[in-house]
Nanobody
C-alpha cells in the first residue's frame, strides 16, 4: 500500500554529517509509522530509529542516540534521518521502513525501501 524510496547516502569523513530522505508514495493518507534500519557487511540487520506519525514519539538505538535525529515533513510525505558525528562503524546500507502498527516498526515492518549506501571513512 506504500512505496518507499531512500536518497542522500554517500561518502563522508568521520565526524561529518549526512541527511537521508525517504519519500513515500501510494496510500500515504493512512499515515504510516516510519523508521530506519541498517545492515553492514557480515552483520545482522540493526534497528536505528522510528517515528510515531501522530504523536511524534521517537525511539533510537543506543548506538546512535544523541547523534542521529528522525523527523518528518507531512506536506511532502517524507521522513528524514539526520546523522551527525558519523563514525566508521556507521557504515552500512540504510533502509527506510513503514508499518501501520506502531509496535511493528522497530521489529518486523511491512514495507521496506531499496536502501542507500552510507560510507564513513577514517
Amino acid at each position: 500500500q506504500v512505496q518507499l524510496v531512500e536518497s542522500g547516502g554517500g561518502l563522508v569523513q568521520a565526524g561529518g554529517s549526512l541527511r537521508l530522505s525517504c519519500a513515500a508514495s501510494g496510500r500515504t493518507n493512512r499515515r504510516y509509522h516510519m523508521g530506519w534500519f541498517r545492515q553492514a557487511p557480515g552483520k545482522e540487520r540493526e534497528f536505528v530509529a522510528a517515528f510515531r506519525w501522530s504523536s511524534g514519539i521517537t525511539y533510537y538505538a543506543e548506538s546512535v542516540k544523541g547523534r542521529f535525529t528522525i523527523s518528518r515533513d507531512n506536506a511532502k510525505n517524507t521522513v528524514y534521518l539526520q546523522m551527525n558525528s558519523l563514525k566508521p562503524e556507521d557504515t552500512a546500507v540504510y533502509y527506510c521502513v513503514a508499518d501501520d502498527i506502531w509496535s511493528e516498526v522497530a521489529g518486523n515492518p511491512d514495507y521496506w525501501g531499496q536502501g542507500t549506501q552510507v560510507t564513513v571513512s577514517s
